[in-house]
């Protein structure tokens, strides 16, 4: 059974920072596109940030320079460094387990981030 759990969300004030981490099981994790993907009030989910079997990462424009996308193949956890938060990076936040181009993708539940003063 697959399992992807996320942490680390919560209440944060503009210009702060949080990481958000994803465990996964159940899947040969080191094979496996890892990604965050959010979505916010009244809006559609969109790509955050990914990193490939290779380390490869991808960023989303609107959070280059303040995110950063990361994996520890050991601990089978992917996480995502967010500083210099924004009220529009109000969403929940999702992981994603992503082989051979969508093949195989899994999600986790989600954790919500509110930025707010």
């Known amino acids: 059974q697959v399992q992807l759990v996320e942490s680390g969300g919560g209440l944060v004030q503009p210009g702060g920072s949080l990481r958000l981490s994803c465990a996964a099981s159940?899947?040969?994790?080191?094979?496996?596109?890892m990604g965050w993907y959010r979505q916010g009030p009244g809006k559609q989910r969109e790509l955050v940030a990914t990193?490939?079997?290779?380390?490869?990462?991808n960023l989303a424009d609107s959070v280059k320079g303040r995110f950063t996308i990361s994996r520890d193949n050991a601990k089978n956890t992917v996480y995502l460094q967010m500083n210099s938060l924004k009220p529009e990076d109000t969403a929940v936040y999702y992981c994603?387990?992503?082989?051979?181009?969508?093949?195989?993708?899994?999600w986790g539940q989600g954790t919500q981030v509110t930025v707010s003063s």
């Open positions: 994603n387990a992503g082989y051979e181009m969508g093949v195989l993708s899994y």
């Open positions: 159940g899947i040969i994790f080191s094979l496996y596109t």
């Open positions: 990193v490939t079997s290779g380390r490869s990462t």
